[in-house]
């Protein structure tokens, strides 16, 4: 009897211990220990499927005002596009400028108030063209000043609805004496008169052509070539070009790798004896010919630098040589161009990130006299935000620096009467000399009040125009006067 | 009609007690705040000399750090990419951990409307390393700014961060001023 209880003792405890085994083995099995953990995977934000709607129909070109139309027909100065008629950044006629400021300061010309941007203006014998946004009546208008008194002479415009998103304009117009191109913050091309300001054509490159508005809005500046306008849209086309009196599409670059639209703008350069139009795309670098045999023809792409936003445009330096800069981290990339024969190719030479040498978030750096002169970004180390200057066979190598006291930002700067002008963050210019061995300043003074001068400056007949991120003013910068 | 009431002896002295003991307790009381606060500092981290060497999240004496991720949201550009939210070079602009620069995932994103995004920082996961606010210093405007939590601070006499601190950003301040956030004050005045 006993053994028998021992027994089925004996059998219990066999029983008990393989099911609490069972038990801890099933625990083990089906617990997960990171069951709390939520996993981070697309779409936790709720961001809804992009839509390139706007809401309402854009009629480009509909709101037209005529103030007056008689500036001084003494002024012949240009600056018909972003960085000048030469894409360099370089004034070349021949006004001397002052070395530095009047006693009295800076002899302000005009001024006008305008909506929040950064876009700048362009000039044309004696007229002043800017983008402006008009936040309360939700409209881009291009605005014709005249450069003498800063009179408005028209306005045309379309209603377009834009957000503060870090300003709302960005882009400088393009205009040849006869037609004047805009391009607005959601990828609206308009093209005018320049004198009149009769409409002539526009174009939705987002609804009409698939191209994708970019983070911030659109900061590519047009070009018009030999009366064409010349676009990067990055969606059906990469590179298009459109008759500027009849609004029809007469070359298109094939865009087989997707490329996208950046801030960068497209840039003529003429490279191993070939015209081309130079594009930083996202996703890729490109050369497309701009030559009336094969225009539109990409002629090489390359992909070794591919930063998710761009905005300095590529600089020509020399032996058929291009830099390309971007900031956010992402460095720049000097890219070497070769013929063979019939066909190019292109090289990445030197690829590094910001801390590493020159580099530039916003501005497109200056190629002067065999060197390069840039603002550096600020993740570029002990050198941030200092003016440095390169010579383009090493970028690695910043031969000087503006000093750790002399510290800009992202503000704009050119070249004028062999001088620099550099504006920082908070509306100072500084007059520096010109020199590719050593940076000197010869003045600086407070020109504009506001935050965010950084729209690229522009500079005709002795008056240099820039702004802040609502004001615009005139300087008279001539040494004469 | 009000009536009088009568308090005997045994309650007179009950209530004589209990009000003494409860004055008693409140002077107690009240000397104990007054010598915690008066002439008492506390420590903080100023951001204008913040490095963002990543000290704070490894020199702390706490585990996780006192030290958190600030958004001051005055500041903020409330941009689709973020470069506090984003690594350097991600290929999209999704929630997906791979596109992402915070190694704990302290920083959640929601949208609001095109094409803006609110970002808060989660503290319970946030360990003080400064990788966000390094970038959107260096690529924004900087509203993303490390301070020491006073709520979580034990306030060592020799705060360890302190002592290792390359930018010398730490210092003792008063405890009307616990935070010295950038952008903040100035924004707080004019409003």
Known sequence: MQQSIKHIKERYIHLT???????????????NPVHNFTEAVPGLDNRPPRSSSLGSEVIIGEHFTFFGNAPDPSLTGRWPNFRGADFDNIAKDNVE????????????????DLGEGHAGVAIYEGRVYV???DERKERDILRCFSLVDGTELWRRGYSVPVKRNHGMSRTIPAVDGEFVLTMGPRCHVMCCDATSGEFLWGMDLVKDQKAEEPLWYTGQCPIIDNGVAVLAIGGNALLMGIDCTTGEIVWQTPNPDSLRMSHSSVVPMTIAGKKMYVYNA??????????????????????????????PSPVYVGDNRIFVTAGYGAGSALVQINKSGGSFSARTLQIYKPSEGMASEQQTPLFKDGHVFNIQ?????????????CNPDDFRNILWTSSTTERFGLGPYIIADDKFYIMNDEGELTIARFSTSTFEVLDKAQVIEGDDSWAPMAIADGRLIFRDSKKMVCVDMRANE | MKKDKIINRRDFIQTGIRTGIGAGLGIIGFGLISRSVEGKTIWQLDPAKCVQCGNCATECVLQASAVKCIHVTDMCGYCDLCSGFFRPGALELTTGAENKLCPTGAIVRTYVEEPYFEYRII???????????????????????????????VNCNQCAIARSCPAEAYSRVEPETAYLLKGFEELKITD
């Open chain 1, 17 to 31: 211990t393989i099911i609490i085994g069972c038990c801890i083995f099933l625990f083990w099995l089906f617990y």
């Open chain 1, 97 to 112: 400028l002052i070395d530095s400021w009047p006693a009295t300061g800076p002899e302000i010309m005009w001024e006008k």
């Open chain 1, 131 to 133: 983008l402006d946004y």
């Open chain 1, 282 to 311: 996202l996703g890729g670098l490109c050369g497309v010919s701009a030559e009336e045999s094969d225009k539109g023809k990409i002629l090489w792409t390359i992909k070794d630098f591919t930063p998710n936003v761009i905005v």
């Open chain 1, 377 to 389: 970004t600020k993740d570029a180390g002990t050198t941030r935000n200092q003016f440095v200057c």
């Open chain 2, 123 to 153: 503290e319970e996961l946030c360990n003080g390393c400064g990788k966000c606010v390094q970038n959107c210093g260096a690529f924004g405007n900087g509203s993303l700014q490390l301070q020491v939590r006073q709520d979580l601070c």
